[in-house]
Nanobody, 123 residues
Framework: QVQLVESGGGLVQAGGSLRLSCAASGRTFSSYLMAWFRQAPGEERQFVASISQNGIRLTVADSVKGRFTIARDNAKNTVYLQMNSLKPEDTAVYYC????????????????WGQGTQVTVSS
């Protein structure tokens, strides 16, 4: 399994931007499908975005489409989530996840998880 550590969360005003980073350990990062999920208090963890092993196929949830962008740098073992035009409803703990699957957008499809980073958007 790969070890994941997220960073970049914080408090931002509505309309602002944040970039989350997720650093992975190990030499096999490029073999993993990577994704971001988020979980607000009292809610289930939900899919935000994923990126294929070679970085070509991107999948983004409708709720963040046009505002969030996922990217990866396999040379740095890092995946990013650029979040623009943030809204109060984006407030959640954001988790990085890794999967051996070719394509997945469910929590069950991901075997490795980071500890999460809090994103709070004030109105």
């Amino acid at each position: 399994q790969v070890q994941l550590v997220e960073s970049g969360g914080g408090l931002v005003q509505a309309g602002g931007s944040l970039r989350l980073s997720c650093a992975a350990s190990g030499r096999t990062f490029s073999s993993y499908l990577m994704a971001w999920f988020r979980q607000a208090p009292g809610e289930e963890r939900q899919f935000v975005a994923s990126i294929s092993q070679n970085g070509i196929r991107l999948t983004v949830a409708d709720s963040v489409k046009g505002r969030f962008t996922i990217a990866r740098d396999n040379a740095k073992n890092t995946v990013y989530l650029q979040m623009n035009s943030l809204k109060p409803e984006d407030t959640a703990v954001y988790y990085c996840a890794a999967s051996r699957e070719l394509l997945s957008s469910t929590t069950a499809g991901f075997s490795s998880w980071g500890q999460g980073t809090q994103v709070t958007v004030s109105s």
